[in-house]
C-alpha cells in the first residue's frame, strides 16, 4: 500500500516569503501526484497535478510543484506567499489508473501580514 | 456546472445509531468515492463507486456501505455507530474509466458528531 508523508505540520511565514513544503510518498510503481489546499471555512480544492510529462507542473494562483522521482518527492513552492494563502495544504497520491487518494496528514500554513 | 453537494452539514448521533449521509456529483462525473477525515488528519479513503458499482474500499469495516444511484449521486451508511466515526465525511467525484486517470473534485462535506 502507499503512503504520504508531509515533514512540516506547521509552517509560519511573512508576506512575501518563499514557500517550500515538502511531500514524499512510497509506492513501487507509476503513480499520479496531487496537491490540494483547504483554505479556512471551505472545501479541499485541486491546486495541481502530476500525470505525466514535465516534471515540473504549475497550479493556481502561482503555485508550483516538481515531481522527482528518484526521491518519491512532489515538493510543493511558491516564490511570494500572501496573507490569502493561509490554509491547509495536502499531498495526494494514487496509483496510476485508479482514483483512491491516499494523503498525507497535511501542512498548515500561516501567513503573516 | 454545478459542483459536489453534500447533506447534512452537520449531523449529530448517539453511539450504536445508523446515519447515511448524501453526495450530488458534479455534473458529468460517474464516479463517486469517499473519504473520512478526522480532526487534525488527512483524508482516508473509504470506498469508491463507478457506474453503481464498488470499485475499491479503504481500510473500512463492513458497517461503512454506500450506494450510487443510476444519476450518480450517492449515500454513505454507517450502522452501528462508534465515538470514533465522528469526522468530517467528504464526497468527491470524477470521471472514470478503466485505467484512466482523472483529478477528483470534493465536496464541502458532513461533519457528524457520535455521542
Known sequence: AQSVSQHNHHVILSEAASLEL???YSYGGTVNLFWYVQYPGQHLQ???K???GDPLVKGIKGFEAEFIKSKFSFNLRKPSVQWSDTAEYFCAVSP???RALTFGSGTRLQVQP | ETGVTQSPTHLIKTRGQQVTLRCSSQSGHNTVSWYQQALGQGPQF???YYREEENGRGNFPPRFSGLQFPNYSSE???NALELDDSALYLCASSLGGTGVSYEQYFG???RLTVT
Open chain 2, 46 to 48: 473509504i470506498f469508491q
Open chain 1, 46 to 48: 485541486l491546486l495541481l
Open chain 2, 108 to 110: 464541502p462535506g458532513t
Open chain 1, 22 to 24: 515538502g511531500c514524499n
Open chain 2, 76 to 78: 454513505l451508511n454507517v
Open chain 1, 96 to 98: 496510476t489508473g485508479r
Open chain 1, 50 to 52: 502530476y500525470f505525466s
